[in-house]
């Protein structure tokens, strides 16, 4: 009897692991993903050590969180933090020159008028350049009446051209768009860690920007506290080539994204009134929510040169590497945090609300807070003008999927069930897109952490020099040609 038992219990056993295995298979896009970015974050935090103070959190409320990121001493960009090595692995070339990188001091301020310089202008002209630049990339991107695209790869060249336009005062001719776009694609994918980095597709713009500054084709005064034309290729390269391009083009992905997914909203934004304008006050509601929701940083990180005194008996020492997160931050203050609803920006003002999408104005904020939402709304009317947007796929801060959706052309019609089928396709691709990616992102990410760790760029760069770039040695000093320099060019990797 005993072993009849067995013997079926033994048969049972197959069935149960086999229907079990197969059951497990089947959800995994619902929880592998999850548990595989939790542990990326694990592997992350185990490479780099601890990561600092994360704000808001149980002592510092959001009101607090405010205070601490004006306070003067929380002024520290990549010195002393263990993060930073990692964030200069994926900006480089020329980390060490990027605006979002130096520290506080007559380099960073020379930079960041000069960057400012570079963003200004009418707002009606910069309006009509973006606007010119999206229709010129639609039309040639898009030709068909029902295209499938990543929204962030078509918007790239969009801002790919329209940075061209700035930095150069000219148009951006097809091969350089490939070099930008190749550039900035390369940066957010590793960033993402989709893709590992390729130095040499980025070396490539470097090349290019050195033979234009060379030919005297830059029709800007830039910083003389950026002393070679290397330096002055890495400034353009890293903050309009590809914090630009990348910014504004995860932006545009976030918000048509969000519009692809509430046809309501989508409708009011493209519908003109009786008078023929846009509602263009709900679009700033949308495009509030949309950062409010999606904010570009997760965190902004800054070093505290002195203590700092917080009230009720917290305080952070020097050198405490301060965390603010943005999404935490931003679901603070209103109801529904989780929810995508663009009416809540008609009883709550940007200034009440807790909303920070372009950091806080007294400590770095973003030098584009005026241009990006004015361009944001040019470009997003020539899209719906031109399309109706669809889409199905999850929609997460990070957005590694790059946005997929189906762009139909206005004046078209797709019969329903045809559009039904597109958006079942799009839901179920992503699920398992999602469960290969996320096995991807592990194991290029964990790559990339420990590549990054092996070069330690910033404690490198800053084992050489004092925080505004000049070399501690006497070796280290440019121009020295001797047997010092060459000890120099083995001991400093960077050139001066
Ligand atoms: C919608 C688009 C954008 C958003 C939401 C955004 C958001 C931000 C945020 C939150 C910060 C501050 C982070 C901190 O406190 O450390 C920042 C900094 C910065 N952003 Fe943007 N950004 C956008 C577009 C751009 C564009 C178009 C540029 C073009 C140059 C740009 C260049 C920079 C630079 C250089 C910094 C560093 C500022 C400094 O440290 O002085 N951003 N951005």
Sequence with gaps: MEQVGRARTLTAMPGAAGAAAVG?????PYWLPRALVALRVRVFAAVNGPEGVVVPNDRVGPEEFLRLYADPAADGRSRGAG???????????????????????????????????ILAGASTELSARAAACAARVLDELVPGDATLVRLRDLMMPVWAEFFHEL????PCPPAVRDLITGNARDVVDSLKNTRLRHMR?????????LRRLAAGEVPHDLPAELPTDRDKAHYLQGTFFNTAVVQMSEAMAHLLLALAEHPRVQSRCRDRGADGGYDERYLGHVMNEALRRYPLFGIAHRITSARIETGGGVGYPAGTVLCFDYPAYHATGTDRPDDFDPGRWEH????????????????????????????TRAVTHEVLDRFTLHS??????SIPHRAPCLLVRRGHQLPGHRLAAV??????????????????????GTAMVLHARRLRPATTYFAHHDAQGRPLHPAD????????????????????
């Design 24 to 28: 497990l298979a089947l959800s995994s």
């Design 83 to 117: 993060l930073s090595d990692l964030f200069w692995y994926w900006l480089s070339p020329g980390p060490e020159v990027h605006q979002e990188h130096l520290e506080p001091g007559p380099r960073y301020a020379a930079v960041a008028r000069t960057t400012n310089a």
């Design 167 to 170: 930095v150069f005062h000219e």
């Design 201 to 209: 597709r980025r070396e490539r713009l470097t090349r290019h920007l």
């Design 348 to 375: 709550l003002s940007a200034r009440d609300a807790h909303h920070i999408p372009f950091g806080v104005a007294a400590n770095r904020p973003c030098p584009a807070w005026r241009l990006a939402p004015l361009v």
């Design 392 to 397: 199905s796929v999850s929609h997460t801060r």
């Design 423 to 444: 958006r079942a396709f799009l839901r179920a691709r992503d699920r398992w897109e999602d469960v290969g990616r996320s096995l991807l992102q592990l194991g290029l």
């Design 477 to 496: 000093a440019p121009g020295d040609t001797g047997a010092g320099g060459q000890d120099a060019a083995r001991r400093c990797p960077y050139p001066h």
